[in-house]
């Protein structure tokens, strides 16, 4: 390159991390991930050591950070915060450990080694053992008085322990916000209609630059401390694991996964460690702190212009990763579900190579407001599936198009719909759509539906697989010639499979309306239809208005129903099922007399010995009972078998009459 290329991209490198500065520091928004900006870092720092010639005052390889808000007080770091070298691989450990162990003329040395908190770095200054300030990092010699936050958190003492403490000490650390507390947060911001946080550490920064320390007494923050700056009156101890200890005894939070290792294996086998366990802690991390630790071989270390010698942060893989987004794909599950999967660039985040992302649904998308051809923020912890956690506005070229979700299934070009207030979208073609094709023959066939007694998952899978059936009713055309051709499929086992398709046959209206597999129509639902309308026509046909009517049934079980109906696909299954010979006693309309339960609601519970919990259910029903699955102040009765639970004690708590079984089969007799 000329010497003008050099100045340009230098320049440009400059100017871009600056925004990026801006973004991360002043506003607490960033835009990009850490191992983006750790690559455009990387490339100026090479770019000034080749061409020293060239380096300016305000380059950010001169100081640590950005300028601090202006609407705090400005806070002076007697003993500057500096940031730490990174290490990316085993090799870079084992180099930095070389430069240590000849700068101070060892063969081993003993490392402190702890958990890099993806947090807030703050300083806390006690005098006395009170905490009277509290700032930020902020550029490293000038932060942010952030006091009354900082006392709001309660992991931060106001008042040291004991008496040993010196008369003036700076203590540092990491104010976080642990993963459940985020949740938590995050959940509350979308019930409020309030954007979500990008990341726990946003979330925390966010928080305690709030003006207003009630805001941020209301957030979930937390504090481990790591070192210690200014200390005046008395020596600490000569180990910094030593010192971490003594600051514990006074108090303070220190990380419990942190220990002394010994040399570069020590620090490898701890990263292990760490990485293996790395998603089941409380708090996010993103890698590793060694420092050396006699205080001693510290000093003899020093610093250079950005960071000590002493210490260095082993980087985990990254978990975020910027990429773009080249098409949104559509995937139907077994359920009908209609799942936005964001089709990437290839990126390695999170120690793969990520090309996939679920977008979960239509919300996500508009809350996103992520475009074909956006640059997107990838995210991937441990098994987790990667998501896109954020667009990147700014590199947004021309108008790319809004997506919707399409209005029929792309598997079978049934309808798609959305029912009440829920985000997931549905196939509403359950009987025919190929998608679902296996999920919907195993609910057909389970024992609370048409109970086909040997017609197990696996030999779904297989008839589905053998494209032996391609809906419910082609069951009911299988005969022992082709199921002996099945693996693991003998004669006599054929056989009764027949047999117990055929006696499936007769059935009873409810058990085939559940087993269509209506959206959220369950068992005490469609007994409550077939009860109402007593015939499959008068459901079938059936508007708002007449389910409305019907008792418990509200607009989204109505809206279910009717769409379930209205799908041309739907309706001849239907049909073929009938043809095919299944039938039900025809129910008559029952009066007052021989429903003396009507408007009863019991639970049942534990087991009962002279007959099963649904054969119970469905008695109740028959004689106008509700049967609920939990006990509640409009409980009238709670049927208590052997191993009852917590049903019986809260039945008990609340003055609901409870049967044993014998009181219940008398009644039931009555």
Not at 89 to 107: G, I, L
Not at 533 to 548: H, K, P, T
Request: charged share 25%; net charge negative; aromatic share 6%.
């Amino acid at each position: 390159m000329s010497s003008k290329q050099i100045q340009q991209r230098l320049n440009a490198l400059r100017d871009e991390i600056n925004a990026h500065n801006y973004l991360y520091y002043v506003l607490d928004n960033p835009e990009i991930p850490d191992s983006e900006y750790d690559r455009l870092l990387g490339e100026l720092s090479d770019l000034e050591q080749q061409y020293p010639e060239f380096i300016t005052a305000d380059s950010p390889t001169q100081r640590v950070g950005s300028t601090p808000l202006d609407s705090f007080a400005e806070v002076k770091h007697e003993i500057p915060m500096l940031s730490l070298g990174n290490a990316f691989s085993d090799q870079d450990m084992e180099d930095f450990d070389r430069r240590v162990r000849e700068a101070v003329n060892k063969d081993n040395v003993d490392y402190a080694a702890e958990p890099k908190l993806d947090g807030l770095a703050i300083s806390l200054l006690y005098k006395d053992g009170i905490l009277v300030r509290a700032a930020t990092r902020g550029d490293g010699r000038t932060g942010e008085d952030v006091t009354l936050n900082i006392r709001t958190i309660e992991a931060i003492p106001l008042k040291l322990r004991g008496q040993d403490f010196p008369p003036v000490i700076e203590v540092r650390g990491e104010v976080v916000m642990p993963k459940a507390g985020f949740a938590k947060l995050n959940q509350q911001q979308l019930e409020k209609g309030d954007k979500p946080f990008v990341n726990p550490r946003n979330a925390a920064a966010g928080s305690l630059r709030q003006l207003d320390p009630k805001i941020t007494a209301t957030r979930p923050l937390s504090f481990y401390c790591y070192g210690v700056g200014l200390v005046e009156g008395i020596a600490l101890p000569k180990k910094h694991s030593q010192v971490m200890e003594k600051l514990k005894s006074w108090g303070l939070k220190i990380n419990s996964e942190s220990q002394v290792v010994k040399g570069s294996k020590g620090c490898l086998a701890y990263y292990t460690k760490l990485a293996a366990k790395r998603n089941n802690l409380p708090d996010e991390i993103d890698g590793i702190v060694y420092k050396v630790d006699d205080v001693e071989d510290q000093n003899i270390l020093g610093f250079v212009s950005r960071a000590p010698r002493w210490a260095i942060a082993r980087k985990f893989p990254a978990q975020e990763e910027m990429t773009k987004l080249l098409a949104i794909d559509i995937q139907v599950g077994r359920t009908g579900a209609l799942t936005p999967v964001a089709r990437l660039q290839p990126v390695f985040v999170g120690g793969v190579t990520v090309s996939n992302a679920t977008l979960h649904n239509q919300d996500e998308i508009d809350r996103l407001d992520a475009r074909i051809g956006d640059y997107v923020i990838v995210r991937r912890a441990g098994d987790v599936i990667p998501q896109i956690v954020s667009v990147v506005q700014s590199r947004r070229e021309g108008k790319p198009r809004r997506f919707h979700l399409p209005a029929t299934c792309p598997v079978c070009g049934s309808e798609t719909a959305r029912f009440g207030d829920e985000a997931v979208t549905f196939c509403t073609g359950g009987l025919y759509c190929e998608a679902q094709r296996k999920e919907a023959i195993k609910h057909f066939a389970s024992r609370r539906a048409m109970n086909i007694d040997g017609l197990g998952d696996k030999l779904v899978e297989q008839l589905v697989d053998e494209g032996l059936i391609h809906t419910i009713a082609d069951l009911y055309h299988l005969d022992v010639e082709r199921l002996i051709r099945l693996d693991r499929m003998a004669e006599k086992s054929a056989k009764n499979l027949i047999n117990s398709l055929e006696k499936s046959k007769s059935t009873t209206l409810a058990r085939f309306v559940f087993a269509l597999g209506i959206h959220s129509i369950g068992e005490t639902t469609a007994q409550t239809l077939a009860n109402h309308f007593l015939s499959l026509d008068n459901i079938m046909s059936a508007d708002e208005e007449q389910l409305l009517a019907v008792p418990d049934i509200g607009p989204i079980v109505a809206e279910n129903v009717i769409t379930f109906f209205k799908q041309e696909h739907n309706l001849e299954v239907v049909e073929q099922l009938l043809s095919a010979g299944i039938i039900w006693p025809k129910i008559e309309k029952k009066s007052a007399a021989q429903q003396p339960l009507a408007g009863k609601i019991f639970v049942v519970t534990g087991t009962l010995e002279t007959m099963g919990r649904n054969e119970a259910k469905a008695a109740l029903q028959e004689l106008g009972a509700k049967v609920s699955g939990s006990v509640s102040k409009k409980t009238d009765y709670v049927v208590v078998g052997e191993n009852p639970g917590s049903k019986a004690s809260k039945a008990e708590e609340l003055g609901i009459t409870l049967l044993d079984e014998k009181a219940f089969t008398e009644l039931l007799a009555q």
